[in-house]
């Protein structure tokens, strides 16, 4: 018996499933207006290039945001600095809900975010969309951000499908 089970061990699948880091933050501090697609106000665009410096030397890969201009000014400093273009995943609400995410807008963050294996990610989003995103990865932890807050970093280690650490750090 001793033998199969070394032999399994061994002969794992190639598609073996490798660790991904991937790193959350809500958007920086945003105008008032225009109230539909608002630009960060000077306090966001300094958290912004804040987050540049703390994640300059993170390994990140790929960058995602939201369609929102105040998601895509948040990651663009470090975009910038390493050379790389922002990915948008445009959100999406559920049909029969227009409060909660869709499902299917859920999943597809969560696959695209694991589908580099091994790699490092970081994904902009919303007070809304941060925490089911983070639960989508498989989080251990899954936060509640007040609107009033914006400097939450979480570093969601996905270990397996489905599984995940979370680390909630203050920028």
């Given at each position: 018996m001793e033998s199969s089970v070394t032999g399994a061990a061994v002969s794992l699948p190639q598609n073996e499933?490798?660790?991904?880091?991937?790193?959350?933050?809500r958007h920086a501090e945003k105008a008032d207006a225009p109230a539909a697609d608002p630009p960060l106000l000077e306090a966001?665009?300094?958290?912004?290039?804040?987050?540049?410096?703390t994640l300059g030397k993170a390994g990140i890969k790929t960058i995602y945001t939201s369609q929102y201009q105040r998601?895509?000014?948040?990651?663009?400093?470090?975009?910038?600095?390493?050379?790389?273009?922002?990915?948008?995943?445009?959100?999406?609400m559920s049909a029969t809900n227009r409060r909660e995410l869709s499902s299917e807008y859920l999943a597809e963050v969560a696959e695209r975010a694991t589908s580099s294996p091994g790699g490092n990610v970081l994904i902009v989003g919303h007070s809304n969309t941060v925490p089911e995103i983070i639960k989508a990865?498989?989080?251990?932890?899954?936060?509640?951000?007040?609107?009033?807050v914006f400097d939450d970093l979480?570093?969601?280690?996905?270990?397996?499908?489905?599984?995940?650490?979370?680390?909630?750090?203050?920028?």
């Open positions: 499933f490798k660790v991904t880091t991937v790193y959350l933050v966001g665009t300094k958290r912004a290039e804040e987050l540049a410096r998601t895509k000014l948040t990651a663009e400093p470090l975009a910038k600095q390493l050379g790389i273009a922002s990915t948008i995943i445009p959100v999406k990865l498989g989080g251990d932890i899954v936060p509640t951000i007040d609107e009033t979480f570093v969601v280690t996905v270990y397996a499908r489905g599984k995940a650490k979370v680390a909630h750090l203050k920028q």
